[in-house]
């Protein structure tokens, strides 16, 4: 196995922000700020017209949903 050419970064994990569930954070009752999100599927149809196979396929992609509301975590599609 190889070793990534990046410097190794000790990161103690209880020193960084939390993610929090921003739902209903413009509203008066405020945030949900949840911070336990599971991890949940989506599934998406590709069209045989698109499709690498030339078949009408499915698609998952793995998304996180606060644990309280359900609400998808959009602080991960930042980075997508
Ligand atoms: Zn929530």
Redesign the pocket.
Known sequence: MQKPPMQQVQIDPRTLEDVK?S??SLTPIG????KNFKQVFQMKRVSALVSPSGKEEIITMPVFV??????ECKELKKGA
Do not use: I, Y
Request: proline share 0%; with cysteine; charged share 25%.
């Open positions: 569930c739902k209903g945030a949900c700020n949840n606060c644990d309280k509301c359900g609400t």
